[in-house]
């Protein structure tokens, strides 16, 4: 079974073993609106946690995704290429927009769970 953690500025991160899916929550798409362009540094690019590591942009605003915990760019969903609405009508699903090889999941204390995170909204 996989935990999701939540970041203040609206990142989830799944773990899968010692990667980490990430994508924005419901609550920031539903902020930004339909999201018209996605993209993500380049595989094995080294991120720190709390570094921008994607952007979004909508009809509204462009935005920068920020890693949760430290790592290398593993893979992107190349789904969001052709179909980046994808974030908004599954943000937490088929709408993730990076995987990180994890660098440190002590990092991961410091995030929330689903709860936390609701409470926060």
Known sequence: MST??????????????DTATVGITGHASEELGELVFVEAKDEGTEVEQGEPAAVVES??????????ISGSIA???????DEPTLVGSDPEGE?????????????L?????AEAYKASL
């Open 75 to 81: 893979d992107f969903n190349e789904k969001l290429v």
């Open 95 to 107: 709408g993730w927009i990076f995987k990180l090889k994890i660098k440190d999941s002590a990092q």
């Open 59 to 68: 009809v509204k605003a462009a935005s920068d995704i920020y890693a949760p």
């Open 4 to 17: 999701t953690y939540y970041t203040p500025s609206h990142e989830w991160v799944r773990l899968e073993g």
């Open 109 to 113: 204390e410091g995030l929330m769970d």
